[in-house]
């Protein structure tokens, strides 16, 4: 019964995304351009183009068990893999998709394979607003520089297209980089220029939130990736 749910959500979840992505798809090509149609790949943000809207501000943002919620969630992730990012985007109104590549399986053999690529959608990304371009999601783009764990479910309607298309497992862990490096909690901002901060693997600007999401991730890696 339970499989039969998981299956009729992935489903729902599916057919959602593309009605998301194809209304994104029209709103891009309808709407005036601020630059963000020229945007095909991370190396196309230039300084000053893009900034950042949205970071985690409050302590009490994932609730009580939040976090630990999110890394138990990524128990149930079908596939797991490890990854880098070519660069390539695929960006629409309300949703924006990341081209990856894997180099290792870790589950999900009958899903994906080593040196498959694969598109990871998410909702919220960059979008233009008011004549201006924002970022506005406390995860950041993957940077193609390294490596990344990737939770992933893949999309009901994989098996009829020719490019394979996946979701995050959550969006909070649904990729954590491998080599480890901390991200910094960032001052109080406005408006940050996003460029400045592809080091960043989220935002946030609670020293707090900061310090639990960086172990997390260490205890991510610790489970999955050794």
Excluded at 14 to 26: C, H, N, R, S, T
Excluded at 40 to 49: A, E, Q, R, T
Excluded at 71 to 93: S, W
Aim: net charge negative; hydrophobic share 40%; aromatic share 12%.
């Amino acid at each position: 019964m339970k499989k039969d749910r998981f299956f009729i959500d992935n489903v729902v979840m599916g057919i959602l995304l593309v009605f998301a992505i194809g209304v994104g798809i029209y709103f891009r090509a309808t709407v005036k351009d601020c630059g963000l149609v020229k945007v095909n790949h991370v190396d196309d943000i230039k300084p000053g183009m893009v900034t950042l809207e949205y970071a985690i501000d409050k302590d009490e943002y994932f609730g009580a068990d939040g976090i630990s919620n999110a890394i138990n969630e990524l128990e149930q992730a079908p596939v797991i893999a490890i990854a880098k990012a070519t660069g390539n985007l695929n960006l629409t109104r309300g949703t924006y998709g990341q081209e990856i590549m894997i180099e290792k399986v870790i589950r999900g053999e009958n899903e994906i394979s080593q040196g498959d690529t694969a598109w990871i959608y998410q909702y919220y990304g960059l979008e233009e607003m008011d004549g201006k371009i924002l970022f506005r999601n406390c995860l950041n783009i993957m940077n193609p520089a390294t490596e990344y764990l990737v939770f992933l479910q893949s999309s009901p309607l994989n098996p009829y297209q020719k490019e394979q298309v996946y979701t995050l497992m959550n969006g909070t862990f649904g990729y954590v980089r491998l080599d480890g490096v901390e991200t910094k909690n960032l001052p109080m901002f406005e408006r940050v220029d996003f460029v400045e901060l592809k080091d960043y693997e989220f935002f946030a600007v609670s020293e707090k939130v900061t310090t639990e999401l960086n172990e997390a991730r260490k205890t991510i890696l610790e489970k999955y990736a050794t």
